[in-house]
Structure formats: C-alpha cells, structure tokens
C-alpha cells in the first residue's frame, strides 16, 4: 500500500461528496433560483456535476492505486495530482481577486484541494 495515495484518494472522494451533498444547499440551489438566463444557467450546472464526476472519479483512481501500490500508474497519480494543485491555486486567485485576504476564509475549497494534490506527489516521490 501506498499510503500517501490512498489518503489522498480518500480527501478526494470526501471532498466529493461534501461538493455533491453540501454544495447543492449551499451555491447551487441559490444559484438555480437566480434570475440568470436558463442556457447559462444550464452550462454552469452541467459544468457543476461534471466537476462532481471528476472528484468521484479521481477519488477512486487514487484510493485504487494507493491501496494497491501500482506503480504502473505513476503518471496518472502526478496528472491527478497537479490538477488539484491547480484547482487549489485557482480557488485561491479567484477568492483573491473577490475578497482579498478573506478569500482563505470565503473560498476554503483550495484547504481539501491542495492536500490531495500534495499527497499525490509525495506518494509517487515516495515510491
């Protein structure tokens, strides 16, 4: 097993669904009830459960290769993992640009985020 992995696989599918269970009280029923135009209305929606699909899918790829060991999927784990990173960075820039240093406080996605990301790397590093 490789540990760093497979918490990591484990933060994404809890982050999955704290995004599908929580975020559908949160921004999106609040969200849907705007007077927004229905085809943007509908984009981001869809763009919102494909992120969904996303945090699922990885979270699975993660705990699989972490509890397995695979070192074979090396380059799947890093691609996972600077994506979150990523995702992590672009939180943090967007809550920036909105609310400056509240932005750690009002947009706290990138605190599951980079974690994942980080753990992944640490993992293929470690192995």
Same mark, same amino acid.
């Given at each position: 097993? $490789? ?6 696989? *484990?933060?994404?599918?809890? =982050? ?8 559908? #009280?949160? +921004?999106?029923?609040? %969200?849907? !009830?705007?007077?927004?135009?229905? #085809?943007? !209305? ?20 993660? =705990?699989?290769?972490?509890?397995? $060991?695979?070192?074979?999927?090396? $380059? ?9 990173? =990523?995702?992590?960075?672009?939180? #943090?820039?967007?809550?920036?640009? %909105?609310?400056?240093? !509240?932005? %750690? *406080? !009002? ?7 980079? +974690? *994942? ?11």
């Amino acid at each position: 097993m $490789n540990t760093w992995i497979f918490i990591a696989g *484990i933060i994404a599918l809890f =982050t999955s669904c704290v995004h599908i269970f929580a975020g559908q #009280i949160d +921004p999106v029923r609040p %969200f849907l !009830k705007s007077d927004l135009a229905d #085809i943007p !209305k509908a984009t981001l929606l869809a763009c919102w459960h494909m992120v969904s699909a996303i945090l699922v899918l990885c979270g699975l790829v993660l =705990t699989f290769v972490g509890w397995f $060991n695979l070192d074979s999927f090396q $380059n799947v784990v890093i691609g996972i993992s600077v994506s979150f990173i =990523t995702f992590s960075f672009v939180f #943090i820039g967007v809550g920036w640009y %909105f609310f400056k240093l !509240k932005s %750690f *406080i !009002k947009l706290p996605q990138w605190m599951l985020l980079l +974690p *994942i990301g980080v753990l992944g790397v640490i993992g293929v590093m470690s192995s």
